[in-house]
């Protein structure tokens, strides 16, 4: 990895800078971050916390995530901490927990050619991507390695000291994602930071620098060197950060989202019924919208969303071989996650979630007498009302549908009664049985 060959020999010195002269609240930083904090250097070993928090104090924004990096071994931070545990293996991190916060630590990481440490440690495949990166080192190291300039900060709270090695602070006056060294080596180091630069790009409303922007465009096939599963977690940052609209945008922009949505893409390049496709769109929109209010949003309806164009049309097929509507929804759900699963693996629990909302469609559609309590009663009916409200949005069901699923769940019983009398097909009354004559 030329970056490291040749900066490693002539290591930056990085600008020092207070948190204070910078406008940094330390008020902002979690005080469980700074339990891990002063923990390591009270057994003597540095500590930083580095990254996008430290991006998000200097922007004025409350970190939801804290990241500490230091010169402790994973081993000797599990150690210090009796709530730790080490994990991945490609990666090896720690993990400080402390009820539902996390507080993520990482080990320097250093230069490879100057490291005599075993080929495990360090592995790299035949394209150029990191398979493992287990080598430790100092910070200056550390900060060479490091994806952008503006992750590339360093703040000690405790001495109120912020360190810039590649000129993070101009980059975040400007708006400016930079790559720190060449943009195309970086990406096949790690493809995912091609999606890292985009989600960037969204969420903070920076523009990519044009090396880099360059180099994603040319680059995007790499994507399909990334194991799928990993991919899973990319997506929901991806699409969970409060901008997915423009997240969606800048992906298919760049060529990225056919990589991650195939089918999906495909469908989104045709018309339907001459009019452009505005239902995923739309729900991203309203994913958007949820997590400013802090509403709770949950993985299976965000893939039940980006996966909802090709199961209507494998549904759609299949209807048309005389296949049952019920049947052909199972049919279509089946398809459209086996065909997903090769680009990005969604768990079990979660397709499972995502065929419920798919089926609650076709009840909500009938509203059949038999149905209808049993549906009230899911306890994923919540996510799959909201979904029936954006098919109506889009005109995918008519407006008399999702005003009556709205309506039934407010009334009281006997209302209740009433509504589901009343349907179509609910009113006709139930025959007597005829009394069994007694015998004589």
Not at 138 to 165: G, K, M
Request: proline share 4%.
């Amino acid at each position: 990895m030329n970056i490291q060959a040749t900066e490693s020999l002539n290591l930056l010195q990085p600008s020092q800078y207070s948190g204070k002269s910078l406008g940094l609240k330390k008020s902002l930083v979690s005080r469980h971050a700074m339990t891990v904090l002063k923990g390591l250097k009270q057994k003597g070993y540095d500590s930083y916390l580095v990254g996008g928090c430290v991006r998000d104090l200097l922007l004025g924004l409350e970190p939801k995530d804290f990241d500490v990096s230091t010169n402790a071994s994973p081993e000797q931070v599990r150690r210090v901490f009796r709530n730790a545990r080490v994990i991945g293996r490609r990666f090896k991190i720690v993990h400080v927990r402390f009820g539902r916060e996390v507080i993520e630590v990482a080990t320097y990481r250093g230069a490879p050619e100057s490291s005599h440490e075993d080929e495990s440690s360090h592995r790299v495949g035949e394209e150029g991507r990191l398979l493992a990166d287990n080598i430790y080192g100092t910070r200056d190291e550390d900060a060479i390695r490091r994806d952008l300039s503006v992750n590339a900060l360093y703040y000690d709270p405790t001495s109120d000291e912020v360190l810039d090695y590649h000129d993070g602070l101009a980059d975040i006056k400007q708006g400016l994602l930079r790559i720190i060294g060449d943009p195309p080596e970086r990406y096949r180091e790690d493809p995912v930071r091609m999606l890292r630069v985009v989600r960037f790009a969204s969420k903070l409303g920076f523009e990519i620098d044009s090396s880099a922007s360059v180099a994603l465009d040319k680059h995007v096939d790499l994507l399909t060197n990334i194991p799928p599963a990993r991919l899973f977690d990319e997506v929901l940052k991806l699409f969970h950060s409060g901008s997915a609209v423009m997240t969606f945008e800048k992906l298919r922009q760049h060529g990225l989202f056919e990589y991650l949505f195939p089918a999906t893409d495909q469908l989104l390049n045709s018309e339907e019924e001459g009019y452009p496709r505005t239902f995923l769109p739309l729900a991203l929109k309203n994913t958007d919208k949820r997590i400013q209010q802090g509403k709770p949003v949950i993985p299976a309806f965000l893939y039940a969303v980006l996966l909802w164009e090709p199961f209507r049309q494998y549904k759609m097929a299949a209807m048309e071989q005389g296949i049952s509507e019920y049947d052909s929804i199972h049919q279509a759900a089946d398809q459209a996650i086996v065909e997903q699963l090769s680009t990005v693996a969604i768990p079990r629990r979660f397709t499972a979630q995502m065929r419920e909302i798919w089926v609650m469609q076709f009840f909500f559609d009938q509203r059949k007498s038999r149905h209808i309590s049993r549906l009230l009663e899911n306890r994923k009916f919540r996510a799959g009302y909201d979904f029936l409200l954006l098919r109506e949005s889009v005109g995918q069901t008519t407006r008399d549908t999702a005003d009556w699923w709205t309506r039934v769940q407010d009334v009281d019983e006997n209302e209740r009664i009433k509504m589901i009398r009343s349907l179509p097909g609910n009113s006709k009354k139930r025959r007597r049985r005829k009394k069994k004559s007694s015998r004589q």
